[in-house]
Nanobody, 123 residues
Framework: QVQLVESGGGLVQAGGSLRLSCAAS????????MGWFRQAPGKERVFVAA???????SYADSVKGRFTISRDNAKNTVYLQMNTLKPEDTAVYSC?????????????????WGQGTQVTVSS
């Protein structure tokens, strides 16, 4: 069982930056592909980025060039660096984990979820 805890959310002005962290429990963190998703009020949860155990990455078109996903397997932590934030990035951001190397982009493909952290971007 993997437990995930996100941190780093907050309120930021448009154009600013935030870095989210997701700390994972368990000794097999490096076996998991990790993903970040977000859910805005009244909308479905959508894919943001994913990273395999070997640091291969995938991004949603809406965040390419602005967000960077990374991981530190020694610290059991995955990060999401968010730059040039826009009001439309406002959402609850959640990290997720799945066994294997597939850079999955559907929420249903992930087995473990954190509780989420709020990111609010003001205009």
């Amino acid at each position: 069982q993997v437990q995930l805890v996100e941190s780093g959310g907050g309120l930021v002005q448009a154009g600013g930056s935030l870095r989210l962290s997701c700390a994972a429990s368990g000794r097999t963190f490096s076996s998991y592909t990790m993903g970040w998703f977000r859910q805005a009020p009244g909308k479905e949860r959508v894919f943001v980025a994913a990273i395999s155990w070997s640091a291969v990455t995938s991004y949603a078109d809406s965040v390419k060039g602005r967000f960077t996903i990374s991981r530190d397997n020694a610290k059991n932590t995955v990060y999401l660096q968010m730059n040039t934030l826009k009001p439309e990035d406002t959402a609850v951001y959640s990290c997720a984990a799945r066994l294997g190397t597939k850079l999955a982009s559907l929420p249903t493909e992930y087995d473990h979820w954190g509780q989420g952290t709020q990111v609010t971007v003001s205009s």
